[in-house]
């Protein structure tokens, strides 16, 4: 199972991006897929998730400017950023729990990071 993202990018301060994160493999279900980011000397940290029923959960600081979406049909999640700030810039990491077809539980699993840089 691989997950792959793309998108990211150098952008001024009240712009906007799109990431996107695809996961491929054997896959044989997906409980959720969201983005985390972890900017210079922080901990990663949940910027936005969604479930396979369509549940949504954003962190306070994103609220009203990102929104995440996905289709399950293609194993996909979208980030959409908006407003962007200063602060928002990190490497932003695609995350999906989900069970492979050589598992029994799920787990999480991690796309490379992609560097979101916002400029003031």
């Known amino acids: 199972v691989q997950l792959q993202a793309s998108g990211g990018g150098l952008v001024q301060a009240g712009g906007s991006l799109r990431l996107s994160c695809a996961a491929s493999?054997?896959?044989?279900?997906?409980?959720?897929m969201g983005w985390y980011r972890q900017a210079p000397g922080n901990e990663r940290e949940l910027v936005a998730l969604i479930t396979s029923s369509g549940s949504t959960n954003y962190a306070d600081s994103v609220k009203g400017r990102f929104t995440v979406s996905r289709d399950n049909a293609k194993n996909t999640v979208t980030l959409q950023m908006n407003s962007l700030k200063s602060e928002d810039t990190a490497a932003y990491y695609c995350?999906?729990?989900?069970?492979?077809?050589?598992?029994?539980?799920?787990?999480?699993?991690w796309g490379p990071g992609t560097l979101v840089t916002v400029s003031s």
């Open positions: 493999g054997s896959i044989f279900s997906i409980n959720s």
């Open positions: 995350n999906a729990v989900l069970r492979s077809s050589r598992e029994f539980i799920p787990r999480n699993y």
